[in-house]
């Protein structure tokens, strides 16, 4: 008793059975009482059912103490109900983890009651991840009985299969463009994957880099991404199609690479990049319900045309040159119409937003501008314009659409302007962006 006060969170827990019925003491009691003295326990609890709760009895009055419970199945027969057995022995892990027995410290013994209690525990002790599982096997007899005095108890863990079932939900995540959560569910460094077996303890630690990569992409954050260093090739064939490749390292590089606002060319071949990736990002928004963000990010793909397109041209539109023609004959408009003028900085330059963009671009006869003005005009697709609106920005509730399909009409009107901007070359590098969705990946459908 001093070793069971010494050690008050361990507990071991034990179906019991009727064993051979002309021989409790040898067939049951005895191999019970064997696995109770196999360790250090400050709680053990029998689970029998009401046919073998005597039996039960019969141990604990052999054993003695308070520290030893019975904890019968509620009715008769659920020793074949194998839900009815679950129910029954997940409350009883349940309270001893309530009670400050932690699960590392828990040992379950499935060795005696019918196959459907043992079953039963076994997935019980799973679901509460305990690390250790008991049976008792010895030699047989002629009816395939363990012989009386040549029990032997093996221990065993469930963690290979816990394990390979949680890399599973990691990839069903990684599938739905849930980063976080499949990086939530894996082990941060060695020290927190004690648990996990030699293998698969591996394998997580190695997805972990790859993983981080596809979540800072998917955040926009391109710096942290283009500095994430992840092995080559996957290292296990189920996350093959999941694995980032050389195109898509290379595209987060180049929106990472910082460039000068005075490069017009650079900014307006940069720009190009973020806008393709930005429509890319918002699609998946738009696949997960998002809409919200979703409609942020469509302004800003449609702002960002208005500013390569002035790019092209030497312009910039948050630094103006007051003198330009095509800008002193527009701010000659707004002032006869009477509409909002330029920005003014405290250097004297000029700054235009989106409208104004456009309307500098028509301006400059832009074949684009035209479009970029009446995209508000369709009334089939969401208002650009109620982005201002929105709870994320000036206004008090959700300006997006209830359902997808007109926001996925929007975007397929941003991604024709940025077709016609870029031809073949736009093409080919929304393709990349879009690989950020990993669920569209050769391989990789759910």
């Known amino acids: 008793m001093n070793q ?94 309530e009670g400050g027995v932690p699960a590392t410290a828990t040992v379950v013994d499935f060795t005696r009651g019918t196959k459907a209690m043992s079953a039963a525990l076994v997935l019980a002790a799973i679901r509460h991840d305990l690390p250790t599982l008991r049976y008792i096997t010895g030699e ?95 290292p296990a064939a189920d996350w093959q199609a999941l694995w980032p490749a050389t195109a898509m390292t290379e595209w987060v590089a180049g929106l990472a690479t910082p460039v000068a606002a005075a490069d017009h060319p650079a900014m307006a071949a940069r720009l190009r990049l973020l806008a393709l990736d930005l429509l890319a990002n918002g699609e998946r928004r738009i696949r997960d319900r998002h809409y919200e963000d979703a409609m942020l990010r469509a302004y800003r793909v449609l702002e960002l045309i208005g500013q390569f397109r002035l790019f092209d041209r030497g312009l910039n539109s948050a630094c103006l040159p007051a003198d330009h023609p095509a800008v002193q004959q527009l701010s000659e408009k707004l002032a006869k119409k009477g509409s909002s003028a330029f920005g003014v900085r405290p250097d004297g330059r000029l700054t235009a937003a989106r409208e104004h963009v456009a309307r500098l671009l028509r301006q400059l006869d832009d074949p684009l501008a035209a479009d970029l003005l009446s995209i508000d005009n369709d009334p089939t697709i969401p208002r650009i314009s109620a982005r201002n609106h929105s709870v994320l920005i000036h206004g008090f509730q959700a300006v997006g659409p209830g359902d997808d399909a007109p926001l996925r009409a929007l975007y397929q009107k941003l991604e024709a302007l940025l077709l016609r901007d870029a031809g073949d070359a736009a093409k080919t590098a929304l393709m990349t962006a879009r690989q950020a969705d990993v669920s569209i990946r050769p391989g990789s459908a759910l």
């Open 4 to 97: 069971r006060t010494l050690n008050r969170s361990r507990a071991l827990v034990l179906t019991v059975g009727t064993g051979d019925l002309a021989r409790p003491e040898e067939s049951l009691l005895a191999p019970l009482r064997k696995s109770i003295a196999e360790g250090e326990w400050s709680r053990a609890v029998l689970l029998p059912s009401q046919v073998t709760e005597q039996f039960a009895a019969q141990l604990k009055a052999q054993v003695g103490g308070d520290w030893l419970e019975i904890r019968p199945l509620p009715a008769a027969g659920q020793e074949d109900d194998a839900d009815a057995c679950f129910a029954h022995f997940n409350r009883v892990i349940a309270r001893l983890r």
């Open 140 to 234: 047989r007899d002629g009816r395939g009985m363990v012989i009386a005095g040549t029990e032997r108890i093996f221990e065993t863990s469930p963690a290979i299969a816990t394990a390979q079932k949680t890399l599973d939900l990691a990839r069903s995540l990684t599938l739905r463009g849930n980063f976080a959560g499949a990086l939530a569910l894996l082990p941060v460094n060695d020290n927190a994957a004690t648990g996990w077996p030699g293998e698969l303890r591996r394998l997580a630690l190695d997805l972990r880099p790859a993983l981080d990569f596809h979540a800072a992409w998917d955040r926009l954050d391109y710096g942290s991404a283009a500095n994430v260093r992840f092995g080559e090739e996957a």
